[in-house]
């Protein structure tokens, strides 16, 4: 499978009375994109009011509660579309060309229930620990219909930015990338003929799957509701998995982590060369015992079945997944499988606790993200994009986070991505 | 104005003798001794050995409850910003006398300390209690050594935060400190796979914990007759969280009285805890926190009686220290109260 | 925390979903439930079939607290 992605180098995007991309700048009509936005019955019906906002990197803003983060891409040849099973028909992604608005995102932001969702500064100590505070960021603020259920105005949510996103998109369609690059992995027999002597190595891709906030879908499909399965790097690149969870945010992915996944990333670097990137499989974090035994069952079972020689594992979230985490491994090092996991730490403020729920020496092979228990002062900014209504209910922060001049005490845990178990950022612990 | 410095070594260093000397007892100079002075060369006048204590190997293992005496008597006297001790390579009894002398200094005296030793060495087993900076397995190690020893007993002296041990250059002490690396999580993590892949050495960013474990106490010989308590990590609270629990990284645990109370109901009690899908236990509480089931089996005389107090935490994200802490505390008023058995539930 | 009150000296069972990471952490009397949101219930059952089942998991619990344990036990459910 073969995918193409051009990319389209984003300097600025601005509010406008056209949509389109020139010159490497996005114009944005909001009035055009929230009315698209609104053609879908379930988010007329959820969302009471909606707006754009601007955040560029090194500017004084705070964005919160951030739900989600999406980089807008269009499908410019092969099968499939934009979020396929999800906002468009599904038909398989992952071969072809895709063209991307690199250098920005879609920030997704609005109250969902009691304990809330991420915060991403642009600038001060908060924007060292989000990648996302390197990106232009285009923000969708919306606020709720009175009355609506958690569930349904979560999914309308995660649905307007998927829209926004991909109807932004569009406006790459005709544009020529100022790169374009290739990524390609072959079939069993095909892959082994050609790197006879390279190591097989696979991708665990663990997906959070534990109820409101925490689910991920594949094709459409809630994680929660598969067995483990293979996919193709290139699926993956191209929008196939997208997520519906953000708490705790500092290690739950975005859509864009899964876009733009670090793990499918590093291994096609190293594809052809060190070794032979076979596939990815993924793999749920339910809430049942029965079915975290057989989905980790069935992901040694599967490294087995294609000969494997090594994977890396990422985790997303910690606590009960850390208990998948080390099934996954223990099992699939039992099948004689080299593994890697990646995973976050929650040491305490000190640092002196113990960082997971679960453990095996089997795991002797561990990337950490950092500790999510470490407590950082975020400065008050100028400007806040969302409320800051929530920030003392955000898991990560406590009664009295928020101080009068608007700067937050609080464990880095309520920063979108900061210990991201994909290996996103840089931050690691010793 | 310098930094004052007392730093120990053993006969070798001190130029005395090898093995053959090893019985001396211990002594004290003035000023700076052997490796001392390359510590005090890079401190460049920061920073000053004002006392020297040199010590035999065995003398310190034979007579080791004089030795302390002595040492701590001249340590006191000197009051130095901080005690160094060593680096003594893979010397094991050299070793050892640094990392002890080194924790009594620091646990009796207040003082901050500062040894250096091979991560094989036995004095090493102490890495937990006291700041050991790792060095090679011989003397000839010592020009890499003293930098190392001198820049980090600096940052000490000077009252600085230390940052991690793979950046600090000591050996993992159990306390995990952030930083950012140079190359992200996941490039890290292939260059690992193909090492481990290709069996070249390579070092795990977090050892696995081991877990220690408690003997089971006697069962409750007669239900029919015992208190019971009920306790939760699942964030159980009553309406509006009014000890406004954290929902992740608890800070507190809520103690709450159910005297009277014959079933959580909706409204009354909520969940605080922020790792799971709230909607259930928000619906009835019961499912997290069995009263209702209690009370049943109280009235029906299958157990004696549900005590009327119940701890909550939220497990989500705290620390296994802390949540440590909270149980203990409350474990010590349930046992006061006379609570024969509990149930702890989990989500 | 389990670990604490049984230090205490308090006979303690550990009523949890992810079994595996209680005995890791070294809980000695375990009773396994249902799901991490609903431990000792189950929503898509009618009212009075989820007390009965919340029953038999708590009947569960008091018969391991009642029940000599040597070492780590998991008390599966019967039946």
Not at chain 1, 146 to 174: M, N, S, V
Request: glycine letters at 10%; a negative charge; aromatic letters at 6%.
């Amino acid at each position: 499978m073969k995918l193409q992605l051009g990319f389209i180098n984003i300097k600025d995007v601005c509010l406008s009375d056209k949509t389109m991309v020139e010159n490497g700048i996005l114009h944005v009509n909001s009035d055009e994109v929230i009315s698209h936005i609104m053609q879908d019955e379930d988010v007329k019906a959820c969302i009471k009011e909606a707006y754009f906002d601007i955040a560029r990197p090194g500017e004084k803003v705070r964005i919160t509660p951030v739900k989600d983060v999406i980089e807008p891409r269009v499908k410019v040849e092969g099968s499939g579309g934009q979020f396929p099973g999800v906002i468009s028909k599904v038909d398989a992604v992952g071969s072809g060309r895709t063209h991307v608005l690199k250098g920005m995102a879609v920030v997704t932001v609005g109250p969902i229930v009691g304990f809330q969702e991420g915060i991403i500064d642009m600038w001060g100590t908060g924007a060292e620990y989000t990648e996302f505070s390197k990106l232009i960021n285009l923000v969708l603020v919306c606020r709720p219909a009175e009355d609506i259920p958690p569930h349904e105005y979560e999914r309308a949510l995660r649905i307007a930015g998927l829209r926004t996103a991909a109807f932004l998109g569009e406006c790459g369609r005709e544009v020529q990338p100022d790169e374009v690059r290739e990524y390609e992995t072959f079939g069993i027999k095909q892959g082994m003929e050609k790197f006879p002597h390279l190591p097989r190595v696979g991708y665990v891709h663990m997906l959070q799957s534990q109820g409101l906030l925490h689910d991920t879908y594949v094709y459409g499909v809630d994680a929660k509701q598969t067995l483990s399965t293979i996919i193709m790097p290139t699926e993956t690149m191209d929008g196939a998995i997208i997520s519906g969870n953000c708490v705790s945010a500092c290690d739950k992915n975005t859509t864009y982590h899964h876009q733009n996944n670090p793990v499918v990333a590093e291994l096609f670097e190293e594809h052809g060369k060190s070794l032979n990137y076979v596939c990815n499989i993924i793999t749920n974090e339910n809430v049942y015992l029965a079915d975290k035994v057989r989905s980790s069952d069935w992901t040694a079972k599967l490294c087995r079945l294609l000969d494997l020689d090594g994977v890396i594992i990422s985790q997303e979230g910690f606590g009960n997944p850390d208990a998948d985490l080390i099934m996954n491994t223990r099992k699939i090092e039992q099948q004689g499988i080299k593994t890697v996991i990646i995973t976050d730490e929650y040491a305490g403020n000190d640092g002196r606790s113990q960082s997971l729920a679960d453990s095996d020496p089997l795991a002797d092979a561990v990337i950490t993200g950092g500790n999510a228990n470490q407590v950082i002062t975020l400065p008050p900014m100028e400007r806040v994009i969302g409320t800051l209504d929530y920030v003392d209910r955000i898991a990560g922060g406590h009664a009295g986070s928020l101080a009068e001049d608007g700067s937050i005490e609080a464990e880095i845990q309520v920063i979108t991505g900061a210990t991201n178990e994909m290996g996103f950022g840089y931050l690691s612990a010793r | 104005m310098s930094y004052r410095v007392v730093h120990y070594i053993n006969q070798f260093f001190a130029n005395i003798g090898g093995e053959d000397m090893a019985h001396v007892p211990p002594e004290l100079r003035e000023g700076a001794v052997g490796p001392g002075m390359a510590l005090q060369q890079a401190w460049n006048g920061g920073a000053e050995i004002v006392s020297t204590i040199v010590c035999g190997d065995s003398y310190f293992a034979e007579h080791e409850r004089e030795a302390r005496e002595q040492i701590l008597a001249w340590v006191k006297d000197a009051k130095p910003d901080i005690f160094i001790a060593g680096p003594a390579f893979n010397a094991g009894r050299y070793g050892y006398a640094c990392a002890n002398i080194a924790l009594s200094v620091q646990d009796e005296l207040n003082i901050p300390v500062l040894t250096g030793m091979y991560e094989e060495n036995p004095g090493a087993d102490m890495r937990d209690k006291i700041l050991i900076v790792s060095t090679s397995n011989s003397a000839a190690g010592m020009r890499k050594a003293a930098p190392a020893m001198a820049a980090l007993a600096f940052k000490l002296m000077n009252g600085e935060e230390i940052g991690p041990s793979v950046v600090e250059g000591y050996m993992p002490n159990g306390i995990r400190k952030n930083f950012f690396e140079k190359e992200r999580g996941a490039k890290r993590a292939v260059r690992m796979l193909i090492s481990k892949l290709n069996g070249k050495p390579f070092v795990t960013e977090f050892p696995m914990p081991s877990f220690d474990r408690v003997t089971p106490n006697p069962a409750v010989k007669d239900m029919s007759r015992a208190t019971i308590a009920l306790c939760t990590s699942g964030g159980i609270v009553p309406r509006d969280n009014p000890d406004r629990i954290e929902a992740s990284s608890a800070s507190r645990y809520g103690e709450y009285s159910i005297a009277g109370v014959d079933s959580l109901t909706k409204g009354a009690y909520e969940t605080a805890h922020g790792g799971y899908d709230p909607v259930y236990a928000n619906e009835n509480p019961n499912r997290v926190l069995p009263v209702d089931v209690l009370r049943e089996l109280e009235r029906e005389g299958r157990i004696g009686k549900l005590y009327d107090v119940f701890y909550s935490t939220v497990g989500n994200g705290t620390s296994v220290a802390a949540s440590r802490a909270y149980a203990e505390e409350y474990a010590k008023k349930l046992k006061d109260a006379n609570v024969d058995g509990v149930i702890m539930t989990s989500t | 925390m389990v670990k604490e009150i049984e230090r205490a000296g308090i006979p303690v069972v550990h009523m949890c979903t992810v079994t595996p990471i209680s005995v890791t952490v070294g809980a000695n009397r375990i009773v396994p439930t249902v799901a991490i949101p609903y431990p000792l219930g189950d929503p898509s059952l009618s009212a009075e079939e989820e007390y009965t089942l919340r029953r038999r998991l708590v009947q569960n619990a008091l018969d391991a607290l009642s029940t000599e344990v040597e070492e780590q036990r998991v008390f599966e459910r019967q039946g």
